[in-house]
């Protein structure tokens, strides 16, 4: 069992490293005549790849076995997630940084707390939280997810992301949100954008309401197509996560 997990989290690692390779080419060659260049200089930073790390986190999104997970009908104002709420939550949340492509960040995720330190050493530049794989719902009957979060007074911009499919590298239905201190965000599922590695996905199927099985919170440097965020610092971070509900 322990093997058939450890070539999963290989096979996860090598498609997220052909991406990143990817993204790095068309960061440089899209900032090579740029008079500022020191997005180029901060992705030549090399750091030794932490392994172990790396299979800790992804092991947690990997189902070596998978069951099936019977339908929840969600309604509006229903919590999905609160820090409080271990028994009753249908999912846990855990972190998943760009280690999985042989990046140098780092976090970690407790009762609610996600604290971290983002670096684009390696190519990198992003951390995030990720749901388990332990829940399908349908949320037909609503229109979006609140968010509930607290950070510093620094502005700072979160993609959030929903999936409706189970492939551990499928289409993330995202959207960008600005935070500056406590917000409650509120994300329209009909503002979702279909996006692969950082990149949209042009005409992409309908979101899928009704097969909502996975959901995610990143913070990176990178926003589209090749776009930096523009409200993003490396370094530390703290953010308070107190609920996650329907509307």
């Known amino acids: 069992m322990f093997r058939k ?7 996860l690692f090598l498609q997220y490293k052909s991406a990143s390779a990817f993204r790095g080419r068309f960061l440089a060659k899209r900032y090579a005549t740029a008079a500022d260049s020191t997005v180029l200089q901060a992705t030549k930073e090399r750091r030794p790849w932490d392994f172990v790390r790396f299979v ?45 492509m042989g990046g140098a960040s780092s976090s970690t995720f407790s009762f609610g707390r996600w604290k971290g330190t983002v670096t684009d050493a390696n190519n990198g530049g992003f951390i995030g939280i990720r749901s388990t794989p332990s829940f399908l719902f349908d949320m037909s009957a609503c229109e979006g997810i609140e968010i509930k979060l607290t950070s510093d007074d620094t502005q700072r911009r979160f993609k959030f992301g929903l999936r409706d499919s189970k492939e551990f590298n499928g289409i993330v239905w995202t959207a960008s949100v600005d935070v500056r201190g406590s917000k409650a965000v509120r994300v329209n599922f009909n503002k979702l954008v279909p996006t692969l590695f950082a990149r949209t996905v042009p005409n992409s199927p309908t979101f899928k309401k009704d097969n909502v099985v996975g959901l995610q919170l990143i913070y990176s440097k990178f926003e589209y197509d090749g776009e930096m965020n523009p409200n993003f610092t490396l370094g530390d971070i703290d953010v308070a996560v107190s609920e996650i509900k329907a509307f």
């Open 5 to 11: 997990s450890l070539l999963a989290c290989c096979c």
């Open 56 to 100: 800790t986190q992804s092991s947690k999104f990997v189902s070596i076995f998978p069951t099936r997970t019977p339908t929840r009908m969600v309604k509006p104002g229903r919590v999905l997630w609160d820090p409080k709420g271990d028994g009753e939550n249908d999912f846990t949340l855990a972190p998943l940084d760009d280690v999985v």
